[in-house]
């Protein structure tokens, strides 16, 4: 089974403080994605990474970077949190091939910023 | 650009009954795939169905059926003897190509015992 984890369920960080969000993933996939999950928005995609040291940015990039130094590891860093990145954050996976390309998502990372 | 709607923002169903969940999206492109994921609360997101654009057979899973019309772009869910254990956030979502998937803005279906 394709594992993707997050570093935490929950996380509480005060404005402008520096925040990491880990993702792993185990299945050798080559695509990661972070999304944040809000009420009545859906997911809204923030950036994505097709390999190792690429990046491309999503609908809504920014506030947010992102880093992936190995394969199976993609991280969200927001800079200097603000009240308004306080969300639902979920990290999901996949393989290149469309045709196999279903998305497998982590279990999220509810963040408040106060 | 490709747009994924769900118009119905909540459902409701009775235990063991049928409900369908409806899904349109826009696209220029021939080849695409087509999922429904659920997330229910608190747990993670997990896909339910997909289907290949290419296809003309409807795709099941167990109590699971898609109606793809790919000429009118909709591709309903319908859950059949609904099961307490449904009750969630279910998200339609389109693919084409290496692209990231384009999400509906989902409908939160509820199941009444």
């Known amino acids: 089974d394709v594992k993707v984890t997050q570093s935490s369920r929950y996380l509480v960080k005060r404005t402008g403080e520096k925040v990491f969000l880990e993702c792993v993933q185990d299945m050798d996939h080559e695509n990661m994605f972070w999304y944040r999950q809000d009420p009545g928005l859906g997911l809204r995609l923030i950036y994505f990474s097709y390999d190792v040291k690429m990046k491309e940015k999503g609908d809504i990039p920014e506030g947010y970077s992102v880093s992936r130094e190995k394969k199976e590891r993609f991280s969200l860093i927001l800079e200097s949190a603000s009240t308004n990145q306080t969300s639902m954050y979920l990290c999901?996976?996949?393989?290149?091939?469309?045709?196999?390309?279903?998305?497998?998502f982590g279990p999220g990372t509810r963040l408040t910023v106060t | 650009a490709q747009t994924v709607t769900q118009s119905q923002p909540e459902m409701s169903v009775q235990e063991a009954e049928t409900v369908t969940l409806s899904c349109t999206y826009d696209?220029?492109?021939?080849?695409?795939?087509l999922f429904w994921y659920k997330q229910p609360p608190s747990r993670q997101m997990i896909l339910v169905i997909r289907?290949?654009?290419?296809?003309?057979q409807n795709a099941t899973e167990n109590r699971f059926s898609v109606n793809f019309q790919k000429a009118a772009k909709s591709f309903s869910l319908k859950i059949s003897d609904s099961q307490l254990g449904d009750a969630a956030m279910y998200f339609c979502?389109?693919?084409?190509?290496?692209?990231?998937?384009?999400f509906g803005k989902g409908t939160r279906l509820s199941v009444i015992a």
């Open positions: 979502a389109y693919r084409s190509g290496n692209t990231p998937l384009v």
């Open positions: 696209t220029s492109e021939s080849d695409y795939y």
């Open positions: 289907q290949e654009a290419y296809k003309q």
């Open positions: 999901a996976s996949s393989l290149h091939e469309a045709g196999r390309g279903e998305q497998y």
